[in-house]
Nanobody, 123 residues
Framework: QLQASGGGLVQAGGSLRLSCAAS?????LTWFCQAPGKEREWVGS????????YDAEFVKGRFTIAGDSAKNTVFLQMNALKPEDTAVYYC?????????????????????WGQGTQVTVSS
């Protein structure tokens, strides 16, 4: 079970930190976002083994993913937010092991999903 939180309304240039707490063991925890009228897209992934982080080009330099193994929680720190970042952000988890951005960004590989948290960035 995944519990996502931390969304809200923020002005452009502001910051938010999203959290995704897992109730069980996972191998990888990934963030996706879905903007209004668009398909859900991959934001980035955190692999517990080795604390490896993978992120999409459009968030590089602005968003940071980190994990806290003691809390079984992964965070998405979002800085320099833009109105186009407005979306529902979902966390998803898998217990299987797979590698590469192509696999990590494949939504079908994730059997566990959080409820989504709304992020709204005003201009």
């Amino acid at each position: 079970q995944l519990q996502a939180s931390g969304g809200g309304l923020v002005q452009a240039g502001g910051s938010l930190r999203l959290s995704c707490a897992a109730s069980g063991r996972t191998s990888v925890l990934t963030w996706f976002c879905q903007a209004p009228g668009k398909e859900r897209e991959w934001v980035g992934s955190f692999r517990w083994s080795g604390s490896l982080i993978y992120d999409a080009e459009f968030v590089k330099g602005r968003f940071t993913i980190a994990g806290d193994s003691a809390k079984n929680t992964v965070f998405l720190q979002m800085n320099a937010l833009k109105p186009e970042d407005t979306a529902v952000y979902y966390c998803a988890a898998a217990t299987a092991t797979f590698y590469g951005i192509s696999a990590l960004s494949d939504q079908g590989r994730y059997p566990y999903w959080g409820q989504g948290t709304q992020v709204t960035v005003s201009s």
